[in-house]
């Protein structure tokens, strides 16, 4: 994958992509990320590259004369041949979808795909009408820039990325993964998994990801729990599953209305309330 970022503060990248599964996937050949200087895309002296909005208001805005430019210098295809070329241009805004798994997902398909960093209090709204072909947000808050949500982005699509981890299962079992369980569906009910995988592990089904302990079995008192050490995988999974349900019950239960729950789960539900 080409990764393309436009940014005013190209130096602020040189920590979040230099290292972990980023790094691995870039010296593997798998990622290609170039970051763009949207100042080398001015024509006066001062290199700006904000103005004050029409109508007034406070704070500054990006102009859109260099960042099409900038964009129209990588030669990326038209808006409406991006799909079927599986490029995309995204401007990271305050006012865009939302990122999730599945966004992350969908842009882990892509050959090449460049991300514009917004600054100050906003980008020209042409910038998003007429040259992006999606906004994207990573949470309902404001952040000073989209440079750190690029880096989230770039993180979170190369994970994805076939290679890019050591263990291809491990995304399946992580959470918001709403793919097909290791095991079983993503509803537990028992089917036969489509890939062989040891019985003891399962999908998060779109759910928040179950506990994971580590040796010693007894750290000052606090002991893993009984089952996972019993060897029984089928009791293992089962905890598992329950586990997942009340973490994203207690932590994340809007979840619980997007994720399909079989008898299985409602019944683990009803253990987990009787206990």
């Not at 990248?13 to 290609?32: H, K, M, Q, T, W």
């Not at 808006?79 to 997902?105: E, H, N, T, W, Y």
């Not at 090449?112 to 994207?136: K, N, P, Q, S």
Request: charged share 30%; glycine share 10%; proline share 5%.
């Amino acid at each position: 994958m080409e990764v393309h970022i436009i940014t005013i503060f190209p130096d602020l990248f040189r920590g979040p992509l230099d290292y972990g599964i980023v790094r691995r996937a870039r010296e593997a050949g798998l990622l290609n990320i170039e970051i763009q200087d949207l100042r080398a895309f001015t024509r006066d002296r001062h290199r700006t590259v904000d103005d004050r909005p029409f109508g007034g208001g406070e704070g500054m805005i990006l102009k859109p004369e260099p960042i099409f430019e900038c964009v129209e210098s990588l030669n990326v295809a038209p808006r409406d041949q991006r799909v079927a070329s599986r490029q995309s241009v995204v401007l990271l805004s305050a006012q865009g979808k939302r990122f999730d798994q599945k966004l992350a997902s969908e842009l882990s398909e892509l050959d090449r795909m460049v991300l514009i960093c917004g600054r100050y209090e906003g980008v020209d709204e042409r910038v998003g009408a007429y040259l992006a072909d999606r906004e994207i947000s990573i949470g309902d808050y404001v952040l000073s820039g989209g440079e750190l949500g690029a880096a989230v982005i770039v993180d979170a699509v190369t994970r994805l990325i076939p290679g890019a981890l050591g263990n291809e299962a491990s995304t399946r079992q992580e959470s918001f993964y709403a793919g097909p369980e290791l095991g079983g569906d993503s509803a537990g009910d028992g089917a036969r998994p489509t890939q062989a995988k040891p019985d003891s592990t399962c999908g998060s089904g779109g759910l928040l990801d179950y506990p994971h302990y580590t040796r010693p079995a007894d750290f000052r008192g606090m002991k893993v729990p009984e089952v996972l050490v019993n060897g029984n995988h089928e009791e293992i999974k089962r905890w598992r599953r329950r586990s997942a349900l009340e973490k994203t019950a207690s932590n994340r239960p809007d979840l619980l209305q997007s994720v399909p729950l079989s008898e299985r789960d409602r019944e683990l539900i009803g253990e987990s309330r009787e206990q």
